[in-house]
């Protein structure tokens, strides 16, 4: 009993100690709180491409969980996994072209090869230099909300992103931009097509 007693007692060091550790190693301390999302308001998160500041995402997020009804579609850039993509349909709840490659993969396995396309078609909408182009696409998936923030500027190619402010009023409406001066997150609307 007593062997077995300071066995489970040492099993327990990693939890006091290493969730403390590991919590330092990624993110600033914060106060204790339910907030799931209080983390963004002053946490860098250190992609290989880049750094990215999640206050800037976390103003999107509560921009649209405050203005946007029901279930619209999102188009927001895509990552490897265990990456920051997906970002804006995890924290708001709506749906997106292809959710999280791994997740879209474990639980959607007889589609693969949809998945796979599904992904493409982010990628050319962001990618493509044709505003026409974009639109076709973003009208066959019935997305109506454009998320441009510093994560699709690290994933995608700048010649590809200018459209999106060519596009404004020929086709998409600028209907969020954060901050107001040299803005790191954009969100464009596209009326749903009859």
Not at 70 to 88: C, F, K, N, Q, V
Not at 106 to 131: C, F, H, M, P, W
């Amino acid at each position: 009993t007593i062997v077995f007693s300071a066995l489970f007692a040492s099993s327990l060091v990693f939890l006091l100690l290493g969730t403390h550790a590991r919590l330092q190693d990624r993110f600033q301390p914060l106060p204790i709180t339910l907030n799931g999302m209080a983390y963004m308001a002053v946490s860098t998160y250190d992609d290989p491409n880049g750094p990215i500041e999640l206050h800037n995402d976390l103003k999107a997020i509560e921009w649209m969980r405050e203005n946007i009804k029901g279930s619209p579609i999102i188009l927001e850039g895509r990552t490897p996994m265990y990456r920051w993509g997906g970002r804006i349909s995890a924290y708001t709840g709506l749906p997106s072209i292809v959710g999280w490659d791994w997740h879209q993969t474990q639980q959607r396995k007889a589609y693969g090869q949809e998945i796979n396309n599904r992904s493409q078609i982010v990628d050319l909408i962001y990618n493509t230099e044709s505003g026409e182009r974009a639109i076709e696409l973003i009208d066959y998936y019935d997305v109506q909300y454009v998320v441009l923030g510093e994560l699709e500027n690290l994933y995608y190619q700048a010649t590809g992103l200018r459209k999106f402010e060519n596009l404004i009023g020929n086709g998409l409406d600028l209907v969020y931009q954060y901050p107001e001066v040299a803005p790191k997150v954009r969100i464009y609307y596209r009326a749903p097509t009859e």
